[in-house]
């Protein structure tokens, strides 16, 4: 898992990634995901959302 503002291919294998939704410990959030090795990015805003709903802050 690693955060990144906007990418549009995966940092990995250079696959086109897809905006899709991730489950993360029960809070949905949106990610993009590589469709080919399955490598999830998150934007930082979305991680700042987990942690909220997380109650980290
Ligand atoms: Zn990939």
């Known amino acids: 898992m690693i955060m ?10 250079g696959t086109d ?3 899709t939704k991730c489950t ?10 590589c469709q080919d ?3 999830e990015y998150f934007t930082s805003s ?3 959302k987990f942690d909220m709903m997380t ?3």
Do not use: D, H
């Open 46 to 48: 979305e991680l700042i």
């Open 17 to 19: 990634v897809k905006r």
């Open 37 to 39: 090795c399955g490598e």
């Open 4 to 13: 990144i503002k906007f990418m549009k291919t995966c940092y990995k294998c």
């Open 55 to 57: 109650g980290k802050i």
């Open 24 to 33: 993360k410990k029960g809070v949905i959030l949106s990610c993009l995901t």
